[in-house]
T-cell receptor, first 117, second 111 residues
């Protein structure tokens, strides 16, 4: 148990569906992240939120829409996905602070295994 | 081009053997983290190394940060089946202002 929970753990959706992934962190961290992990590819950072504000969007297609209502919750809204979007979606959090190595330590949830049919 | 290259990519060994995993870059990192990810789960933080030449031990795992802070290694002594998983190094790349992950080493320890 890392203090970061994700729901659902598994999701199968058609290309015309709309669904949302949810992440909650219980660590009091001030930054949250969405990552995509596909087979045979390194972890890809998708979005970063610091103090609820989006600070990074790594050229993610608009069919992925993040939402961060507060520092503890993060959502990823999905619509009109493609089969190549099938992957493990991981949420992480960290406590970002000036000049400390621990700022970069990330705590991950268990992930949502997404299959787009 | 990957900024953090890990080697080997795959490793399958017998229980009790020793192994070393490498994480290399041409860039300097202020710190590097190591994570282990088991199938169906998210990566779990193992350690942070932040000083050039630093060595940290976590039971049978020994982590070293290169003197120039461009590389790191993970050595496992007497590997056990429970060590099986994907090992990832990661760090903040000041050149791109991004936190990046290495290419990963997938380890399988056979009983």
């Amino acid at each position: 148990e890392t203090g970061v929970t994700q729901t659902p753990r598994h999701l199968v959706m058609g290309m015309t569906n709309k669904k949302s992934l949810k992440c909650e962190q219980h660590l009091g961290h001030n930054a949250m992240y969405w990552y995509k992990q596909s087979a045979k590819k390194p972890l890809e950072l998708m979005f970063v939120y610091n103090f609820k504000e989006q600070t990074e969007n790594n050229s993610v297609p608009s069919r992925f829409s993040p939402e961060c209502p507060n520092s503890s919750h993060l959502f990823l809204h999905l619509h009109t996905l493609q089969p190549e979007d099938s992957a493990l979606y991981l949420c992480a959090s960290s406590q970002v602070g000036p000049g400390t190595a621990s700022s970069y330590e990330q705590y991950f949830g268990p992930g949502t295994r997404l299959t787009v049919t | 081009t990957q900024l953090l290259e890990q080697s080997p990519q795959f490793l399958s060994i017998q229980e009790g053997e020793n192994l070393t995993v490498y994480c290399n870059s041409s860039s300097v990192f202020s710190s590097l983290q190591w994570y282990r990810q088991e199938p169906g789960e998210g990566p779990v933080l193992l350690v942070t190394v932040a000083t050039g030449g630093e060595v940290k031990k976590l039971k049978r795992l020994t982590f070293q940060f290169g003197d120039a802070r461009k590389d790191s290694s993970l050595h496992i002594t007497a590997a056990q089946p429970g060590d099986t998983g994907l090992y990832l190094c990661a760090g903040w790349h000041s050149g791109t202002y991004k936190y990046i992950f290495g290419t990963g080493t997938r380890l399988k320890v056979l009983a």
